[in-house]
């Protein structure tokens, strides 16, 4: 009997390219929620090493793929599998989203990243850089952007059926009340490894209103339901009308902003200006109450009467658009690689910059700076990381 080993393609210096036949190694950053969903619509590729913070919240996704190497903290799965994992899945808190994906496209890794693709403007920009140097295949889990819905509307707007757009709405449907920090503090559960969900934000007592689910409406964690709703909402005006980085960006809600957290409902306005022969467009947010998913409609409905859905070509999933980039060693061929989903995911964070500054921002994109007022610049970094967790 001879014992045989498959090694990923790139330890034994091939072309770079995975065949169609050959299976992925991958590895899997948070794996609980939206993470297991994420796992699963992979499990067609080898699931080789897992890690997740919470052993309790991570059970299922640990017991599907028990063969797979179990780990809690992301840097040292990286370190000690680097040899076999070829890419990488990413589903933490958004706090975490940029750190881990930046380590490892370093390694030289593929990456699927959960939107958005970041917490702050400033780690974006360096993420799209390193995915370009790096020359992994990336993309962000704004999963709509491939489906047929999007991708149909989006060529009817390119072939002019509506017009020149001038002025987009986009809605979501669901807000979180703001809040203040809990004032008591319980004992972290023996499942949980605080101290590594935590990850770069700054120390906090843990309390269950952070984890599981709530952290999204924390600033140290989440961006509230603009940054959680937007890269979905803003995609197909993004994608549809070749918009890039805005100009000037205003908020509206309950006032004062709250230091901690996000508002309860939030209205963003952004300006962009005209694109070859487009021209200039006003884009606005809304959350709160309004319904945002159904079919769509052309108004006024007598003016469209006729006018039918293009036929277009079937695309593989989100996932699998990847995966296949991935074996190809075609990193721009995902919709929403880092080159797209970085802009798309900056646009949707100035909105948040701007309701916490209280006012109108005049946005220079190429020096990465807020032109009117530098002050609210500490609205797009983060200043101070802790140890260990440096980018």
């Known amino acids: ?13 091939g072309s770079g390219k995975t065949p169609p036949s050959e299976k992925l190694n991958i590895a899997c950053i948070g794996v609980g929620g939206k993470g297991f969903d994420d796992v699963r ?47 990488v899945v990413v589903a933490t808190p958004d706090h975490v989203h940029i750190p881990a994906s930046v380590m490892a496209m370093r390694m030289g890794k593929h990456v699927y990243c959960e939107k958005p693709l970041g917490q702050n403007i400033t780690e974006i920009r360096l993420a799209t850089k390193v995915a370009r140097e790096s020359g992994v295949a990336t993309q962000m889990g704004n999963a709509a952007h491939t489906g047929y819905n999007y991708r149909s509307l989006t060529k009817m707007i390119k072939d002019g059926i509506i017009g020149q757009v001038k002025e987009v709405h ?28 935590l990850g770069p934000a700054p120390v906090r007592p843990y309390h269950p209103t952070y984890h599981p689910d709530g952290w999204r409406n924390w600033w140290d964690f989440g961006n509230g339901r603009l940054g959680d709703m937007g890269c979905h909402m803003i995609d197909l005006p993004f994608m549809a009308l070749d918009l890039k980085y805005p100009l000037t960006v205003e908020a509206e809600s309950s006032k004062p902003a709250h230091k901690e957290s996000a508002p309860g409902w939030l209205i963003s306005k952004w300006t962009f200006g005209a694109r070859s022969d487009l021209p200039p467009v006003e884009l606005i947010w809304y959350d709160g109450n309004i ?47 880092f080159s797209y989903a ?32 530098p002050q609210a610049e500490r609205f797009i970094r983060r200043d101070k990381y802790r140890e260990g967790w440096t980018l």
């Open 1 to 13: 009997m001879t014992a045989f080993t498959i090694f990923p393609r790139h330890v034994l210096g």
């Open 41 to 87: 619509n992979v499990m067609s590729e080898n699931i080789v090493a897992i890690c997740d913070v919470d052993t309790k919240h991570a059970a299922e996704a640990f017991k599907m793929f028990s063969k797979a190497k179990k780990y809690s903290d992301y840097r040292r799965m990286l370190d000690k599998e680097a040899k076999i994992i070829d890419a």
């Open 170 to 197: 986009c809605w979501c449907d669901q807000a979180w009340p703001p809040g203040d920090r809990p004032k008591y503090n319980p004992p972290v559960p023996k499942h949980l490894k605080w101290d590594l969900w």
């Open 291 to 337: 319904a945002d998913y159904g079919r769509f409609k052309l108004f006024p409905e007598d003016k469209f009467e006729g006018v039918r859905r293009p036929q277009l070509p079937r695309k593989p999933s989100h996932t699998d658009d990847w995966v296949e980039s991935c074996k190809s060693n075609d990193p721009l061929r995902p919709g929403t690689n």
């Open 342 to 373: 970085g802009p798309l995911t900056e646009t949707v964070l100035l909105g948040i910059a701007a309701y916490r500054a209280g006012e109108k921002l005049s946005w220079d994109a190429k020096n990465l700076k807020i032109a009117n007022n």
